[in-house]
């Protein structure tokens, strides 16, 4: 998908929790406002969809497994990874997008988007 604002996925969480568009952990105000919510959304939902704070999606990609704080890169290292070891930093080149669903399973466990 592309062109879509953080204002229209926090609607589609909202739609996947609670099956309208103006429930779930997001309430968009009409004047812009944006409040979120999850512990509301849970206790109403059950299981709630949600966009990852900058520090989940930090944490998810660059946490070391050990606990021993975050990497420069997604496998636990301070430097790239050669090309043919798996990880999911090469499409050809070193900043190049790969294929869906081609790349190796990260440190924290996480794929590409396919993978699973």
């Known amino acids: 998908m592309a062109h ?32 979120v919510d999850r512990d509301s959304a849970i206790s109403d939902y059950g299981v709630i969809y949600v966009l990852p704070t900058e ?23 301070e430097s790239i990874p050669p090309p043919d070891n798996g990880w999911n930093y090469y499409g050809g080149a070193y900043n190049a997008p790969w294929d869906v669903g081609t790349g190796a399973m990260e440190q924290n466990g996480t794929f590409d988007g396919t993978n699973r």
Do not use: M, R, V
């Open 4 to 35: 879509i604002s953080w204002y229209e996925a926090a609607q589609f969480c909202n739609y996947l929790t609670s099956g309208n568009k103006s429930l779930g952990a997001y309430h968009l105000g009409e004047d812009g406002s944006i409040t």
């Open 55 to 77: 520090n989940e999606w930090s944490k998810a990609a660059y946490y070391k497994p050990d606990g021993s704080g975050y990497s420069t890169f997604a496998n636990g290292e």
